[in-house]
């Protein structure tokens, strides 16, 4: 593994970790690039939602496109990991 990526992934996790640091809160934009395609994608906050099996879950979804209610927003497509290393190794990075 380079230095740029376990750099890359680093900053991931910290991010993950630290809902205080997200610039969106309660989101954080995330992205994943291979081959030439990108996907776009939002981790939410659900530990200060008091929502438990979301809190390392990727939604496909852009953040400036986000849907107008809650029910909607937890029925995008979704990618779910055990923990922020996880989804990190995923490719999945903070945009």
Known sequence: MTRS????R????????NP??????PFLPVVRRSRGAEELGVVFDARAARLTGYSATVF?????ALPPDFES???????????AEELAA???CVD
């Open 5 to 8: 990526v376990t750099r890359t």
């Open 10 to 17: 680093g900053r991931t996790v910290l991010f993950l970790s």
């Open 20 to 25: 205080a640091l997200w610039p969106a809160w």
């Open 60 to 64: 496909a979804c852009n953040l400036f």
């Open 73 to 83: 927003f937890l029925a995008l497509p979704k990618e779910v990991f055990d923990d």
């Open 90 to 92: 995923a490719g999945w």
